[in-house]
């Protein structure tokens, strides 16, 4: 009886029929999904950039740690080294999922050069020698410029070569004055240096999350920032 019926059903009425079921079915998907497909493996602008600016306000307020327990003498300067060291693990992991792993790990690798350097000086400021205290200074800066060129490289458009040598000249003299003051104990221009270096270090963050979202605008969701 019922095949009988079936087939009594003319050819267009049994299209309308599918056709309301089919839009029946569709609406029983929860518009949350559709949405969440829409945006699978994409970050908000936001969280992307405060993400960004956690990273590189981790890397001013361990370095600062370090040169205030170097300072002292504190034991707590090795373990606070390697915190520091961690931290520039984690800026090349962040920009992995953009630029590959292999670009991560060359960036942790100038990075690592980056705090090392920076140990140095300090090792040879302290010490008083000169010559020790110029060669430092001399390979801390160049190994600025290699960042400044590999991040330059990297996103061009965003990030010109001129701009990112001045971002991390300012970066370290900056740090420099922080813990020249520091050892001399010139405490108010110290604490005053940190903020700088606080202040402008946000701003690197910002334009160094703004470069990647304008380079790679398809993993994002929401406005630019």
Same mark, same amino acid.
């Given at each position: 009886?019922?095949?009988?019926?079936?087939?009594?059903?003319?050819?267009?009425?049994?299209?309308?029929?599918?056709?309301?079921?089919?839009?029946?079915?569709?609406?029983?998907?929860?518009?949350?999904?559709?949405?969440?497909?829409?945006?699978?493996?994409?970050?908000?602008?936001?969280?992307?950039?405060?993400?960004?600016?956690?990273?590189?306000?981790?890397?001013?307020?361990?370095?600062?740690?370090?040169?205030?327990?170097?300072?002292?003498?504190?034991?707590?300067?090795?373990?606070?080294?390697?915190?520091?060291?961690?931290?520039?693990?984690?800026?090349?992991?962040?920009? +992995?999922?953009?630029?590959? =792993?292999?670009?991560? %790990? /060359?960036?942790? !690798?100038?990075? &690592?050069? *980056?705090?090392?350097?920076?140990?140095?000086?300090?090792?040879?400021?302290?010490?008083?020698?000169?010559?020790?205290?110029?060669?430092?200074?001399?390979?801390?800066?160049?190994?600025?410029?290699?960042?400044?060129?590999?991040?330059? +490289?990297?996103?061009?458009? =965003?990030?010109?070569? %001129? /701009?990112?040598? !001045?971002?991390? &000249?300012? *970066?370290?003299?900056?740090?420099?004055?922080?813990?020249?003051?520091?050892?001399?104990?010139?405490?108010?221009?110290?604490?005053?240096?940190?903020?700088?270096?606080?202040?402008?270090?946000?701003?690197?963050?910002?334009?160094?999350?703004?470069?990647?979202?304008?380079?790679?605008?398809?993993?994002?969701?929401?406005?630019?920032?």
């Amino acid at each position: 009886m019922l095949n009988q019926t079936i087939r009594k059903v003319s050819r267009p009425v049994a299209l309308v029929i599918l056709i309301a079921i089919t839009i029946a079915a569709f609406s029983l998907v929860p518009t949350s999904a559709v949405r969440a497909d829409a945006t699978a493996g994409k970050v908000s602008t936001s969280d992307f950039r405060s993400a960004m600016r956690k990273l590189w306000e981790d890397h001013i307020t361990w370095t600062r740690l370090y040169i205030v327990n170097f300072a002292a003498g504190l034991p707590e300067a090795d373990p606070t080294s390697q915190r520091l060291l961690q931290n520039q693990v984690d800026l090349g992991n962040a920009i +992995k999922p953009y630029y590959g =792993n292999a670009a991560g %790990d /060359q960036l942790t !690798s100038l990075l &690592k050069q *980056h705090i090392l350097g920076a140990v140095a000086v300090l090792k040879a400021a302290k010490s008083g020698d000169k010559a020790k205290l110029a060669t430092a200074t001399t390979d801390w800066y160049a190994n600025g410029n290699d960042i400044a060129a590999f991040l330059s +490289k990297a996103n061009p458009s =965003n990030w010109p070569l %001129d /701009q990112m040598k !001045s971002q991390m &000249k300012m *970066h370290l003299d900056l740090t420099l004055a922080e813990a020249t003051d520091h050892l001399n104990g010139n405490w108010g221009a110290d604490i005053s240096d940190y903020d700088k270096v606080h202040t402008h270090i946000l701003g690197l963050a910002d334009a160094l999350s703004s470069g990647i979202e304008n380079q790679f605008p398809d993993k994002f969701t929401g406005p630019k920032m």
